[in-house]
């Protein structure tokens, strides 16, 4: 058995709209949010072997504000540039590329590619993983080159509106 988690990056600023997509920052609310829901992830004892992240602005600093709750150096981090304007089959290609020995990674990316991927992964229905959301999925695999549509089971969908106003 492998766990994936999916995450979407926290809510992002629009401030400067000069600022390319990719540069885009987060807000107050997805600074607010990001280490709360690594603090939701420590309490419930899911702790990543392996955080990737798209390398846009918002979701690096997603995982790197999860990872320091998670006591999970931010240094490690992979940045994979694929997650970024992915589509939901290209997070099938980068899970078949992760080492066996990884039991559980985290995946912290966009929409609507996150949402699909999920859906695919599980058949659950999740009309949309919203900002800083974290869906954790089993999957009945014993290496990642296995993975296939249909092969995990949803057990845990957090948000922070769930907890937060």
């Known amino acids: 058995m492998k766990t994936l988690i999916l995450v979407r990056h926290s809510k992002s ?3 400067n709209i000069e600022l390319t997509d990719k540069k885009r920052p987060l807000s107050q609310r997805g600074l607010r949010d990001a280490p709360f829901m690594g603090e939701i992830l420590k309490e419930q004892s899911v702790m990543p072997d392996l955080i990737i992240s798209s390398p846009a602005e918002r979701a690096f600093s997603t995982a790197r504000l999860m990872a320091e709750k998670l006591n999970y150096p931010p240094n490690e981090i992979e940045i994979d540039n694929e997650i970024y304007r992915a589509i939901y089959k290209d997070l099938y290609k980068a899970a078949k ?3 066996k020995k990884l039991k559980t990674v985290m995946i912290v990316g966009h929409n609507p590619e996150l949402t699909e991927f999920l859906s695919s992964l599980t058949n659950a229905y999740v009309d ?5 959301g974290i869906c954790i999925v089993k999957l009945d ?8 549509e ?3 089971k949803l057990i845990g969908f957090e948000y922070p509106k769930k907890y937060l106003d």
């Open 13 to 15: 600023s629009w401030d």
């Open 97 to 99: 590329h992760l080492n």
């Open 128 to 132: 949309d993983i919203p900002t800083t």
């Open 141 to 148: 695999i014993s290496e990642w080159t296995e993975i296939y």
């Open 150 to 152: 249909g092969c995990g």
